[in-house]
T-cell receptor
């Protein structure tokens, strides 16, 4: 059974800092990995999707990397801003059923 | 282009009452998902539809939960009767297959969710 872990559960950083959010998964036979952002009381916004054949994806100040063999992904946020404060969830698809298995998320707070 | 639409956004009911949630996916997306998210947890899949067909409902508590997607577009998730432990956010997502090179992927897009409180 696939398990996704995100540690720590919460992170607080000063504005402008570059930061890395970690995600690990137990079954390396994934189809793809998605990073989502969730604001309080809101749904999930897809940030980046990395296919199993890819090593990284970039969108603006965000860069996500994937190391399938070690079961790890990182989300790099450059020059963090208070508006980046949210919960960031990592999820993987294992198997052809396209079911996403989520971690519990990392709640990020960027202090002005 | 409109995203995934869900209604209602909030629902408060007493235990043993019925409740229904509605979802309209992104136009052209033939795969629709219902997830449940408990406080402090990631979402967990309840049911997945490919067009009108429920292809994965193994996590759906079938004694009280039911779902339908009659015309392969919008979908309804129902709970009857609701229990205290059903309090959660119910999220709908949709996707379509995107070909990329020799393979492809399903990128899932989520609606805003329905926050259910059972008293």
């Amino acid at each position: 059974k696939q398990e996704v872990t995100q540690i720590p559960a919460a992170l607080s950083v000063p504005e402008g800092e570059n930061l890395v959010l970690n995600c690990s998964f137990t079954d390396s036979a994934i189809y793809n990995l998605q990073w989502f952002r969730q604001d309080p009381g809101k749904g999930l916004t897809s940030l980046l999707l990395i296919q199993s054949s890819q090593r990284e994806q970039t969108s603006g100040r965000l860069n996500a990397s994937l190391d399938k063999s070690s079961g790890r992904s990182t989300l790099y946020i450059a020059a963090s801003q208070p508006g980046d404060s949210a919960t960031y969830l990592c999820a993987v698809v294992t198997g052809a059923n396209s079911k996403l298995t989520f971690g519990k998320g990392i709640t990020l707070s960027v202090r002005p | 282009e409109a995203g995934v639409v869900q209604s209602p956004r909030y629902k408060i009911i007493e235990k043993k009452q019925p409740v229904a949630f509605w979802c309209n996916p992104i136009s052209g997306h033939n795969t629709l998902y219902w997830y449940r998210q408990n406080l402090g947890q990631g979402p967990e899949l309840l049911i997945r539809y490919e067009n009108e067909e429920a292809v994965d409902d193994s996590q759906l508590p079938k004694d009280r939960f039911s779902a339908e997607r009659l015309k392969g577009v919008d979908s309804t998730l129902k709970i009857q009767p609701a229990e205290l432990g059903d309090s959660a956010v119910y999220l709908c997502a949709s996707s379509s297959w995107t070909l990329s090179g020799t393979s492809g992927y399903n990128e899932q897009f989520f609606g805003p969710g329905t926050r259910l409180t059972v008293l």
